[in-house]
T-cell receptor, first 111, second 114 residues
């Protein structure tokens, strides 16, 4: 079945760029999403990219999609303490409207 | 902005109790979802609904049921709560059955079963 893989942790220094990676198996994915979950809260939609795009930029966030390798990444420029959260990658198979979720990457910011 | 409201942020219940978790959305969304979130396991889909009175099993429906009597409200029911149902429960909604509609989440209910 479809699967989405992420590393469980990423540690970066404040002010550096963070790159969170995600791989998926479903070649029919139409949309790929990044969600952010702050401690004790629900999930907040950060950004999403359609599968016919290679890149999407939104202020400090850059999403890169390599469809051939089924690899998605989220780059956060100038990482701040407020970026400390769990980041979830998710994809929508073409066949339905459910989301296939990764396990989430916990971003840890070092001073 | 889409607002998804879960009735409780924290809930403590006893083993064997019948537990109701309520979720309401205010944007006339067709689809509603219930997930549970456990450390290292990400989000797992329990049930979803794409219309009033319609429900579909997700990946882990055992021990749960749902009710959708009105479009804006989706209830998750633990028929006889057990300690392994201690978890964070997240409700979400999305607009239509089109795949380009993202899911919007409530703040979650942290449920503890003693």
């Amino acid at each position: 079945g479809e699967d989405v893989e992420q590393s469980l942790f990423l540690s970066v220094r404040e002010g550096d760029s963070s790159v969170i990676n995600c791989t998926y198996t479903d070649s029919s994915s139409t949309y790929l999403y990044w969600y952010k979950q702050e401690p004790g809260a629900g999930l907040q939609l950060l950004t999403y990219i359609f599968s016919n795009m290679d890149m999407k930029q939104d202020q400090r966030l850059t999403v890169l999609l390599n469809k051939k390798d089924k690899h998605l990444s989220l780059r956060i420029a100038d990482t701040q303490t407020g970026d400390s959260a769990i980041y979830f990658c998710a994809e929508t198979p073409d066949s339905n409207y459910q989301l296939i979720w990764g396990a989430g990457t916990k971003l840890i910011i070092k001073p | 902005d889409v607002k998804v409201t879960q009735s409780s942020r924290y809930l403590v219940k006893r083993t064997g109790e019948k537990v109701f978790l309520e979720c309401v959305q205010d944007m006339d969304h067709e689809n509603m979802f219930w997930y549970r979130q456990d450390p290292g396991l990400g989000l797992r889909l329990i049930y979803f609904s794409y219309d009033v009175k319609m429900k579909e099993k997700g990946d882990i429906p055992e021990g749960y049921s749902v009710s959708r009597e009105k479009k804006e409200r989706f209830s998750l029911i633990l028929e006889s709560a057990s300690t392994n149902q201690t978890s964070m429960y997240l409700c979400a909604s999305s607009l239509t059955q089109n795949s380009n509609q993202p899911q919007h989440f409530g703040d979650g209910t942290r449920l503890s079963i003693l």
